[in-house]
């Protein structure tokens, strides 16, 4: 008996150790996608929004501007949704169980662009004193359309989507010109590039992949490459006379 008991342990703990070191060689092989989004050309003039008097008094300074074509003023351009578009079949991810968070502040969705994973929580926040409501418009089938008021700093609105969506749109229909654009994907491997077009897609595991640049309004790129690799992007337009 106590020799069974000393083998079990024995055993036991030679399974922790070798799980150990499987963890241990996930996380090593694992690496980053970086890259840099840049915007050729000259985008036509963003346009100040058109404001109602009590969302116009949250702007003492000026109107805000459309977020069609964000730059940093040196070819770097945000608001990309990044992230592999295959190389992944047959893998399954665990939903994190933080959720993201959209705030309506301004009178204006922040942030405009962001990723989520499939059934991962979205959290929807009201910080004006203002009325608004969060008008959910996808598209693809499974994922549901829902349009709910939302009081002045009321409590959050809360949605999560089953089904792979790029971009999924968010508007308010008490102010027209308020938007915000979801990446909804089916596992944690994304990000949206910042305002100097850079981006990171973080501990992508070994493999080849293609990964796939999606701008609202600059349209689809893709490339093939491997974990730890760069991947830049380069996204052409033209003014519009």
């Not at 024995?10 to 840099?36: C, E, P, T, Y």
């Not at 050729?40 to 009590?54: Q, S, Y």
């Not at 709910?148 to 749109?169: C, F, G, T, W």
Request: charge should be positive; include cysteine; hydrophobic fraction near 40%.
């Amino acid at each position: 008996m106590v020799l069974s008991k000393k083998l079990d342990m024995k055993l036991n703990r030679s399974a922790l150790i070798v799980a150990a070191l499987f963890a241990a060689v996930q996380a090593v092989s694992a690496a980053d996608i970086v890259g840099k989004i840049t915007l050729k050309g000259v985008p036509p003039v963003e346009k100040e929004l058109p404001l109602d008097a009590n969302c116009g008094k949250l702007h003492p300074a000026g109107k805000p501007k459309t977020r069609f074509f964000v730059s940093d003023g040196n070819g770097g351009l945000a608001d990309t949704f990044v992230y592999i578009k295959d190389g992944l079949t047959g893998k399954t991810f665990e939903v994190p169980a933080e959720a993201k968070v959209i705030d309506q502040k301004g009178c204006e969705y922040a942030p405009y662009v962001s990723g989520l994973q499939t059934k991962q929580k979205l959290s929807v926040k009201n910080s004006d004193d203002l009325l608004h409501n969060v008008h959910a418009t996808p598209i693809v089938a499974g994922n549901k359309e829902s349009n709910q008021a939302q009081l002045p700093k009321s409590k959050d609105l809360v949605y999560s989507y089953d089904n792979q969506e790029i971009l999924m749109r968010f508007k308010c229909d008490v102010h027209p010109w308020m938007f915000a654009y979801v990446g909804v994907v089916d596992h944690p491997y994304y990000s949206v590039s910042a305002k100097d077009g850079t981006f990171k897609i973080s501990n992508v595991p070994a493999g080849e992949y293609t990964i796939e640049a999606f701008h609202r309004k600059g349209g689809k790129l893709t490339q093939k490459v491997a974990a730890g690799a760069t991947a830049n992007f380069t996204f052409e337009v033209k003014e519009t006379p």
